[in-house]
């Protein structure tokens, strides 16, 4: 009986979560924007299908525990993909929700965007380097 309980807590938490996630890439439009964005509007099917695949493979990979032990070089591939995701959804999402031309409008640095732009990035890279090598050792 505590196992049935258990199977219907965890299907019922996965079923709020993944809703969750759907919603939040439907109403701010994210996946449209993002192929938009990149210039590959006619791969929409397939940024769809790999948002779909790579949610359901880290579903099943958590889910059952498994392990890859692909070593150090081969595990820089799935990190620059997974680095390339995220970094493209944060810029589509700072996108939609219009946050920087609202930034620099209130700071008044129009000309100094360019500089503001590479900040915002060497920074996130400079931030995720740390975090990796530095504070995971």
Avoid at 24 to 51: E, G, H, M
Avoid at 73 to 91: H, R
Wanted: aromatic fraction near 12%.
């Amino acid at each position: 009986m505590s196992n049935l309980v258990l199977i219907l807590i965890g299907v019922s938490g996965g079923l709020i979560v993944g809703s969750g996630i759907v919603a939040f890439l439907t109403v701010l439009d994210l996946i449209p924007r993002l192929t938009q964005i990149t210039k590959a509007s006619p791969y929409i099917l397939y940024f769809q299908w790999a948002v779909v695949s790579g949610a359901t493979c880290f579903t099943v990979i958590d889910l059952f525990n498994l392990h890859m032990d692909l070593g150090n070089v081969w595990t820089i591939l799935p990190g620059i993909f997974t680095g390339l995701f995220v970094g493209l959804l944060a810029a589509a999402l700072t996108e939609v929700l219009n946050v920087i031309p609202i930034l620099i409008k209130r700071l008044h640095m129009y000309e100094y965007l360019p500089a503001f732009i590479a900040a915002l990035a060497f920074g996130k890279m400079a931030g995720s380097l740390f975090h990796w090598l530095i504070y995971l050792k």
